[in-house]
């Protein structure tokens, strides 16, 4: 297997190598907090279910069993996720948290914002994607700068509010995070 460096990116000359890293968050491995702990046994450990708020639930279970996590209308209960984070992972460039979401309805427009730590004991960072502006599933990113970023080896932990929408349901439909490799 042949590489090539072009236009700032490698390539093997039988198929592309990308310097972008991807991590998946699973929609079911987010989980409630109230008052920024992670809830009781009796809240299920704080784990999303049809019961929960928000809902882990699907699109339409006869027609399109995609999951969604549902926010109710004025429901913006925390959720937060931690991930290690990868040794090829270039902490001079920015990590990008995209959010795959779309509201029910064109009255509300929030933002999802999230407090981002670094290992234990980092500085919190805040953060937010732009407004949620339709009803069509679209990309919303927040994006943190490599300022911000500490030295390998790394965990990230996020706790991610969703704004004000006293009208709309609001739906996440997918979380992942992209960065630079090395």
């Known amino acids: 297997m042949t590489q090539e460096y072009q236009d700032s990116n490698w390539r093997q000359l039988d198929g592309p190598l990308s310097r972008t ?13 109230s008052s920024n702990a992670t809830m009781n046994i009796a809240a299920n450990g704080g784990l999303l279910a049809s019961d929960t708020t928000p809902i882990l639930e699907a699109v339409n279970g006869a027609t399109d069993s995609a999951l969604r996590v549902n926010w109710a209308a004025s429901n913006s209960d925390l959720l937060t996720f931690q991930t290690p984070l990868p040794p090829d992972l270039d902490p001079s460039n920015p990590i990008v948290i995209k959010f795959l979401a779309a509201m029910a ?44 970023i500490p030295t390998l080896p790394l965990t990230l932990s996020a706790q991610l509010t969703l704004g004000a929408h006293t009208s709309d349901a609001a739906y996440l439909y997918g979380v992942y995070i992209t960065y630079t490799r090395k």
């Open 105 to 148: 309805g064109a009255t509300n427009t929030p933002t999802i914002s999230g407090d981002y730590f670094f290992n234990v004991g980092g500085t919190k960072r805040t953060v937010a994607t732009g407004a949620i502006t339709g009803t069509t599933v679209a990309e919303y990113t927040a994006t943190i700068v490599a300022a911000s």
């Open 21 to 33: 890293g991807f991590i998946a968050i699973p929609l079911g491995s987010l989980r409630e907090l």
